[in-house]
């Protein structure tokens, strides 16, 4: 697991007016908080906590952190989380939280999928992740930066699942083993359109039950007084 060390300092404030000054002197403010600690506010230089959150191990990087506070106190921490403006994506507040190097943590880490399935190349079925990282419980320094997952083998129609990842050793998966990781699925029949009706044909009037339709050949009448002679013309 990679380690990291960055500078912080104790906000003198938390006011709105406080943090706007802080960012755009090019600091983000902060909080550390952890087991027995108080919570404690504090800047970091932005530029610095891009660089810590660049490293390969990402958001899981051990961050060894020397708070200036009077004093220079030491703290191991990690970032629980990151907020961002929406619109430029710069980070605007960050969360620490402090770590024993002894004791397990929660942690999340991302799937790396490799290999084109054989359901896609064979079949022409398309691939479909469905989990991008799973959560599991180790000691901090002992936190994988990724899972590597072979799907090179699996066929049209069929899953991998949580349970298919490989750990290493004392790194214990918390996500559900059952729940689906990727699967292969054949791919989407467009259905063929109705023919298209002419506006000529939707304006044109049904006929009339009994009536011929337009371009039909009209069956001819009996002519009349012909045919079957009435009783009154019947010789005696």
């Given at each position: 697991m990679e380690r990291v060390n960055l500078q912080a300092k104790v906000r003198p404030g938390t006011g709105t007016g406080v943090v706007k000054k802080l960012r755009r002197a090019g600091q983000v403010p902060g909080v550390i908080y952890g087991r027995g600690i108080d919570a404690t506010a504090v800047a970091v230089d932005a530029k610095a906590?891009?660089?810590?959150?660049?490293?390969?191990?990402?958001m899981n990087v051990l961050?060894?952190?020397?708070?200036?506070d009077g004093a220079q106190a030491a703290r191991t921490v990690m970032v629980k989380a990151v907020q961002r403006d929406i619109f430029r994506r710069d980070i605007i507040h960050v969360d620490?939280?402090?770590?024993n190097l002894t004791e397990t943590v929660e942690a999340h880490v991302p799937i790396i999928f490799k290999g084109t399935p054989r359901?896609?190349?064979?079949?022409?079925?398309?691939f479909e992740p469905h989990l991008r990282e799973v959560i599991v419980e180790c000691l901090p320094t002992q936190i994988p930066e990724h899972l590597d997952l072979?799907?090179?083998?699996?066929?049209?129609?069929?899953?991998v699942h949580v349970s298919d990842l490989i750990l290493p050793p004392?790194?214990?998966?918390?996500?559900?083993?059952?729940e689906v990781v990727a699967t292969v699925v054949a791919p989407?029949?467009?259905e063929e359109a109705a023919p298209a009706v002419t506006p000529e044909a939707a304006a044109a009037p049904?006929?009339?039950?009994?009536?011929?339709a337009e371009g039909a050949e009209a069956k001819p009448e009996k002519p009349e007084g012909k045919g079957k002679p009435a009783e009154s013309e019947k010789k005696e």
């Open positions: 906590l891009r660089g810590v959150l660049h490293t390969s191990a990402g961050i060894d952190m020397m708070i200036e620490f939280t402090t770590v359901g896609v190349t064979e079949d022409g079925g398309i072979d799907v090179s083998g699996l066929p049209l129609g069929k899953s004392d790194v214990t998966l918390i996500t559900e083993p059952e989407r029949v467009v049904a006929a009339a039950p009994g009536e011929a």
